[in-house]
C-alpha cells in the first residue's frame, strides 16, 4: 500500500511538471531561463528555484545523517554549506561589478583559456556528481518502500532518469525554473505535514533534540562544521546551478533572492536533519541510509511524506543540473552548437554518465560533497586576492592553487592509502580537515607570492 501512495504521488508530480513546461521551447530560454517575450524570471521564481535545487535529496540524507550519527552539530555542520548562499551572492556581486557574465568569464580574462579549462573541469564533476548521487537515493527510496521487488532499485533509476531527462530535454533552464515553483510548493507542503507531526508527537523533546550526541558523539560534527566554514566561500562558486540564477535577473532581484534563499533553505536542512536526530535519540537502529529506520519508527503517513519529500528534491534537481550542463558544454565549452538539439544532445551524455556512475557503485553520500568542496577550494584565494582585493594574479599561482586543491579531493577520496603513517588512526572528518587546511595554505601561498597590484 506505502508503496502504491509513493507511486501515485511521484507520478502526480512527474505530470505538473509536465504540464507546467512550457508549450514552445526557444533558444535563449533553453539556456538562458527568458521567457518567450525576453522576460528575466522574478523575484519568487529565483527563490524557490534556487531553495529547491539546493536542498536536493542528497542534501536531505546528508542532513539527517550526520543529525542521526554526530547529533544537532552534525546538522548543523551540512546546514552551514547553505551559508553559500551568502558567500555566492557577495560572488556574483562582484563578478558582475567587474562586468562578467559568469565565473568563466572572469577567470578566462585573467588567466586565459587554462583558467576556464580548470574551472570547468571541477564544475562538470560536480554536475555529474548531483545526478548521480540524486538517483542514488531514488534507488535507496524504492528499494526500501519495494523491498518484494528485487529490480525496484535499478528500474526506479532508469525510469526516473527517462522522465527527468524528457521534460528537462524539452525546456532546458527555462522548464527547470518553471518546475522547481511547482516541486518546491509541493515540497514545502508535503515536508512540512511531516515535520508538524514530528514536533507534535509526545516523543519529541526539543531540549533533547539539542542537546543530543549523536550515536557516535558531537566531535566529528563539530569538526565538520569547521570543514564547512573552510569551504563555504568557495563552494557557491563551483555550483553551476546557483552561478547560472545568478547572471538571469537585474541586480536587486538576484541580491534579494539569494538571502531569501539562505534563510529558507538551512530552516529545511535544519528540520530534515531533525528527523535523523529523533532517530538516535529512539535508539533506532541505522538502516538503509536511514530510509529502513524510519519505516519502523514512524507512523505510514508521515514515511510516505518523508520519501515523497525526497523524491521530489531528487527530481528538482536532476533537470536543474542538465540544464546546466547543457550550458556548459554550449556556451563554456562550445563543444556543440547554441541549438536547441546542441543543449539536448549535452543533457544526454550527462544523465547517461550519471545513470552508469550511479549503477556502477558509489561512496558515501556525503563523500560527493567532500571531494567537490574540495576540489573548489582552490576557488578561495583567488577569489579573495584578484576578485575581493584586486590584483593581478599570475597564471602559475592559479595553476598551484588548483593543483593543491585537486590533490586533496584524491588524497580525501583515497584517504586510506594517504594516512597510512600520519593520522592513520583519525576519523575521515579529522583527516579532511587537515586536508583543507593544508590546501588553503598552499593555495593562499602560491596566489600572495604571484599577487601584484592591477
Request: proline share 2%; charged share 10%.
Amino acid at each position: 500500500m506505502q508503496a502504491t501512495v509513493i507511486v501515485a504521488l511521484f507520478a502526480l508530480v512527474i505530470l505538473g511538471s509536465l504540464i507546467v513546461s512550457p508549450r514552445r521551447a526557444t533558444v535563449n530560454g533553453f539556456f538562458s531561463g527568458l521567457s518567450a517575450d525576453g522576460e528575466a524570471p522574478g523575484l519568487w521564481v529565483l527563490v524557490f528555484s534556487q531553495v529547491t535545487t539546493w536542498i536536493f535529496a542528497r542534501s536531505l540524507m546528508n542532513a539527517a545523517i550526520l543529525g542521526y550519527f554526530y547529533g544537532i552539530w552534525g546538522t548543523l555542520a551540512y546546514a552551514a554549506y547553505y551559508g553559500s548562499f551568502l558567500s555566492g551572492g557577495f560572488i556574483v556581486g562582484r563578478l558582475r561589478d567587474t562586468g562578467a557574465g559568469s565565473v568563466q568569464d572572469w577567470l578566462g580574462a585573467r588567466f586565459g583559456a587554462v583558467g576556464r579549462v580548470c574551472y570547468n573541469l571541477v564544475i562538470a564533476l560536480r554536475l555529474l556528481s548531483e545526478v548521480f548521487a540524486n538517483l542514488i537515493v531514488v534507488g535507496l527510496i524504492f528499494a526500501a518502500a519495494m523491498p518484494e521487488f528485487g529490480a525496484a532499485k535499478e528500474l526506479s533509476i532508469l525510469l526516473v532518469a527517462g522522465l527527468g531527462l524528457a521534460y528537462s530535454a524539452w525546456g532546458g533552464l527555462r522548464a527547470a525554473l518553471h518546475t522547481d515553483v511547482l516541486q518546491m510548493v509541493v515540497f514545502l507542503a508535503v515536508f512540512s505535514a511531516a515535520f508538524t507531526a514530528l514536533i507534535t508527537s509526545p516523543a519529541f523533546d526539543i531540549g533533547a533534540i539539542l542537546t543530543a550526541p549523536g550515536n557516535s558523539g558531537s566531535w566529528n560534527g563539530q569538526v565538520l562544521l569547521l570543514v564547512a566554514f573552510l569551504q563555504v566561500f568557495s563552494y557557491p562558486a563551483h555550483d553551476p546551478v546557483m552561478m547560472d540564477r545568478g547572471f538571469l535577473a537585474d541586480r536587486a532581484t538576484t541580491r534579494a533572492s539569494f538571502l531569501h534563499a539562505f534563510w529558507i533553505s538551512t530552516l529545511c536542512i535544519v528540520a530534515f536533519g531533525f528527523f535523523g536526530i529523533q532517530a538516535s535519540i529512539a535508539g533506532a537502529e541505522y538502516e538503509g541510509q536511514l530510509i529502513g529506520t524510519w519505516a519502523v519508527m514512524f507512523p505510514p503517513w508521515i514515511f510516505v511524506a518523508l520519501l515523497v519529500s525526497l523524491l521530489i528534491s531528487a527530481l528538482s534537481t536532476l533537470d536543474s543540473a542538465l540544464a546546466s550542463a547543457a550550458r556548459l558544454v554550449v556556451e563554456e565549452l562550445r563543444l556543440s552548437p547554441r541549438t536547441l538539439g546542441g543543449g539536448r544532445a549535452a543533457m544526454v551524455v550527462f544523465m547517461v554518465a550519471g545513470v552508469a556512475l550511479t549503477l556502477w557503485g558509489n561512496q558515501s553520500l556525503f563523500d560527493a560533497v567532500a571531494v567537490s568542496g574540495t576540489a573548489s577550494m582552490f576557488l578561495t584565494p583567488v577569489l579573495i586576492v584578484g576578485l575581493v582585493m584586486g590584483r593581478q594574479v599570475a597564471l602559475w599561482s592559479y595553476l598551484v592553487a588548483f593543483g593543491a586543491a585537486m590533490a586533496g579531493a584524491v588524497a580525501y577520496f583515497q584517504r586510506e592509502v594517504v594516512f597510512t603513517t600520519v593520522m592513520a588512526e583519525a576519523h575521515k572528518y579529522e583527516q579532511l580537515l587537515a586536508i583543507c587546511i593544508v590546501v588553503l595554505v598552499a593555495g593562499f601561498a602560491a596566489v600572495l607570492s604571484g599577487a601584484r597590484r592591477g
